[in-house]
DNA sequence: TTACATTATGACACCGGTGTCAGCACTTTA
DNA sequence: TAAAGTGCTGACACCGGTGTCATAATGTAA
């Protein structure tokens, strides 16, 4: 046999038509038992395997989804946000469960970039992941909406289509970490990440830690917080500039994981004692937190249920399904750091 | 216009025929000037987009490539060894290069594995990455050989196929860290890991680190050594066994960096100092290494360097090319856990 | 003017499945 | 016994491209 067998081949040696052949390994009912059986022995013999692309163009279907992933512009090319890789876990293993291959991309948030795996049948539809720059992706949101292709993301949101999006609530996730600080007594707060709506995770977890501030009366100084992507890079350096610019406080909340790895180290070279003079919370716990010095207290994001929903979201969204808005609850994992 | 463009669309509003449209699509050199740039410019008012199941299944090819990870059976299901973590990010932005599709898919290591991708034609190749059970393997490997289907692997070998894998120079890795620990006068050293052959890398490990002491007429007793899979649990109680049977070392060289951060937590937990009573060395670089308290020493296995020459061996096998034995020079990153 | 390249295009088979329709053999109902 | 129903199968169009071959139009050499 050269090459790979095909239907005709076990038509064939079966005796049957090739028609007869593809009901039989698809289980029709409208099969004999005694051929199906005939039919799959020998499928099995010849080591058959359904040509994807052919059943694909068919059925107009490809049982695969497309994972984009956008990595802050400035980030390390070698080195991938651990809570993406997290959730990129997890996203695969909920697209195994439903019999779904997975296509996985990395994307430049900042570029041009290319949503065209459904276009080109090669998905059925896209998941987008990232720290959403909720104002350039408008325009995209829009196309693909137009295009009517089938997508969900994570963080951002797409205007008026909040049953596209899944994600933490971030805003309860900052209300956690102020509640904490408060609870011990720290409430001299900083605050480092992005305070703009550039960024809108990060903004609704600043949001949600000012307001619970505020519920206890107590004001954030725009002075203590700093800007900062999410690289431990970023939060080194953000934190620094505080620590130059001789601001004090005893409380800090970083807007992702690294950034609170990042503030740490930044704290220690000052010889900041975490966590006596500065508690610190992060966001999101990533498998490194639990193992830096000292362990870092955080805002668990379940990337385990988030893979999920998006997953789960989004087929629905494929088999024309109604599908809720999706906000995940965080929960606060007290460690060391605070 | 209802549902995608097809090229009969484009050929239609053109006023040329489809064949045409297909070559001028393609840039062939056999269309006229003129009417390529026309069709370029209707498909591009259409949004339209090659139709790869079609184009695949004509030209029997995917410009795609699978990727098999490979997880140890025992490992936290919501946890991925951030290794392989570091080597699907690479590996991706490999295949992103050479303009092919990468699909992932997790496999149970234990479990009958299927590597059908290829057979399906939804795949040129295979990549297979995980920590090989050399023996449980190899009929697996004799079974795609047969098949011819083209895929390439990390660590594991395949009978007779060295061209096939791609791996660390696993042996002088582990002289490396017998090298660093006879520098510093810490010659009586401790192994963890496996080393019998049933983990290849492990058990090249652990000879080049044998033979290295040997060298400098340092045997290492084996007593002092204990088995532990890649987990950082597995680290942690093969460590705590040592300690409980109270053998006593100054040096520990660990099989992978989880295992050397299980091994700390446990060293930490019986009150010895690393790297004051016990040097501790670890295997990978993975990004949690730097982080830990105290950072880790640790052989680096270049991950980028490691994922772009699986992708191109594998690429050089579609194309029937020759491919040349790989085996990466690991290098010995020093921090303060030694 | 005839013979022969060269250029640009269309017609058509083909890739390997899936789904529809027609038809045959056989059973059930009136 | 004719009509209607059921179970199983084969023929065939079709999905949307790609590659081959034939052909028409034009240019070039003999």
């Not at 989804?65 to 997290?86: G, K, R, V, W, Y």
């Not at 959403?132 to 295009?147: A, C, H, M, N, S």
Request: net charge negative.
């Amino acid at each position: 046999m050269k090459g790979k067998a095909t239907s005709f081949d076990i038509a064939h040696y079966a005796g049957v038509s090739q028609s007869t052949v593809s009901r039989a390994l698809r289980n029709s009912h409208l099969v004999n038992e005694e051929t199906r059986k005939r039919v799959h022995d020998i499928a099995k013999k010849l080591n058959y395997k359904v040509d994807k692309n052919a059943s694909n163009l068919r059925t107009q279907q490809s049982s695969t989804l497309a994972l984009l992933l956008f990595e802050d512009p400035t980030s390390d090319e070698s080195q991938i946000n651990p809570f993406f890789l997290a959730m990129l876990g997890s996203i695969t293993r909920a697209c195994a469960k439903e019999g779904y291959d997975l296509l996985v991309s990395f994307q430049s948030a900042s570029a041009n970039w290319q949503a065209d795996y459904e276009d080109s049948h090669r998905a059925d539809g896209i998941i987008l992941l990232g720290y959403g720059d909720y104002i350039d992706y408008q325009p995209k949101f829009k196309t693909l909406l137009d295009q009517n292709t089938k997508f969900v993301c994570w963080g951002a949101t797409v205007d008026n289509r909040p049953d596209l999006t899944v994600c933490c609530d971030n805003y309860s996730g900052g209300k956690l970490a102020a509640e904490h600080f408060i609870a011990h007594n720290r409430t001299d707060c900083a605050f480092i990440g992005d305070a703009s709506d550039h960024s809108p995770e990060f903004f609704s977890r600043f949001q949600g830690f000012k307001d619970e501030l505020l519920a206890s009366n107590v004001a954030i100084n725009e002075r203590k917080m700093a800007n900062a992507i999410s690289t431990e890079e970023s939060g080194y350096h953000a934190t620094r500039s505080l620590i130059a610019n001789n601001i004090k406080f005893n409380a800090l909340f970083a807007a992702s994981d690294l950034i609170a790895i990042g503030a740490i180290r930044a704290l220690k070279e000052a010889n900041i004692n975490v966590p006596k003079d500065v508690a610190v919370v992060g966001f999101d716990n990533i498998a490194i937190a639990s193992y830096v010095n000292p362990p870092l207290t955080t805002i668990e994001q379940n990337t385990t249920i988030a893979g999920q929903m998006l997953v789960e979201n989004l087929l629905k969204l494929i088999r024309e399904e109604k599908v809720q808005s999706t906000l995940l609850p965080p929960v606060l994992i007290a460690r060391k750091s605070s």
